[in-house]
């Protein structure tokens, strides 16, 4: 049930030497790595537990509600080559800390948007400094722990799902009561937390990766081969797992406002993203046993449709809620061993383009997707309509995880 593994001389050449790490070093490095990961998703995510008051308030249409989550989406696509350039010629640390504040700021900065244009704006810039780090943790994770890529994945990849778990969890009994129900505090308040990573995460990081450091010079290749079939299907795996979970975020508190039931947008946001949690255990104990695995995909991606599925013909209240733990499940599933491939397919000096390469096609397709959803909930008039592309996507998932599972790398036999 999975693909073929790494002969000796491509596994040493992808994982590089084992270096003996001491276990208070190691912690640290998968701390630094985790905290990446949170300040990657927790100001893009920060949007959904407060698009009704948004909706509402700047009088938006479900379209542009699309377009809300898929703009900072566009910046993740178009931004992620620049990334690999910042990669190139700054180094891997200090274009991951730029990210880090300009996604920060940005996110605050969306409270202060008077208009539905000007919180474009400041949802683009977000993005834009989300996907100025996005090239740079599977760079990180290679060269920090290259005996233990898997490891080292699953440390930012629970970052990013805790990222997305905080703010569903703690918006409404927490933060929007703390802010008087305002959602203009309420972005500048999660701003805090953000600018507040970037010298944990500088603390915790490995010495050696410093900025102008060694990394600095080690990657002058940075434009994606378009060409390498690699690139495209990693990067389509990717768009068909990270579509449909920020189509959900997106259209889950219009959608249980429809039906009556808006006391279900919390608890829907919470056991979407919250349920990543329980992914986690398992992610840990198989960290080791991710990598050119096909079983997630074949369990998990028809786990992800059944989800959208129960969605669409049973829209009772409390079956929204169990549809949303597994959609986050399925997600979570498959994210991590998405994101362990491309240290594995591709060499070292490829790899932040490579990454860079899968980054732009699969944002392409998390823009186009949530935008197709809502323009099939206007022109419809049926909120089920809106995650009928997400079924697709689902069924996307299943196949195309497989197929890249079972890719062979440069030098295998």
Partial sequence: MHGPRPTRTAAMLFAGKSAKVSTPRLVATMGALWFAGVAMRMTILAMPPVIPLVHAELHMSETQVGLLVGLPLLMFALAAIPGSLLIARLGVMLAVIAGMVIAALAGAARGAAPDVPMLYGASIAAGFGVAIMQPGLPTLARSWAPSRIGLATVAYTSGMMMGATFPPLLTNAYILPLVGGSWRLYFVLWAVPALLIVPIFWLLSPRQDSPGGPQATNHRLWWPDFKNPVVWLLGLTFGSNNSPYFAINAFLGDYVAQQGRPDLLGPSLAWLNGSQLAALVVLLALSGRLQRRIWPFVLFGPML?????????????????????????????????????????????????????????????????????????????????????????????????????????????
């Fill in 305 to 413: 449709l059944a989800g959208f599925l129960a969605i669409i013909l049973v829209p009772a209240g409390s079956l929204v809620v169990a549809a949303a733990t597994l959609i986050g499940i399925a997600t979570a599933m498959t994210f991590t061993p998405i994101m362990t491939l491309p240290p594995i397919l591709s060499t070292p000096a490829d790899l932040p383009r490579t990454a860079a390469g899968m980054l732009t096609i699969a944002y392409g397709c998390a823009i186009i997707v949530p935008t197709v959803c809502g323009a099939l909930w206007d022109l419809t008039g049926r909120p089920w309509a809106a995650f009928v592309p997400l079924c697709v996507c689902a069924a996307a998932l299943t196949v195309l995880g497989t197929l890249v599972a079972r890719h062979r790398a440069p030098g295998e036999a």
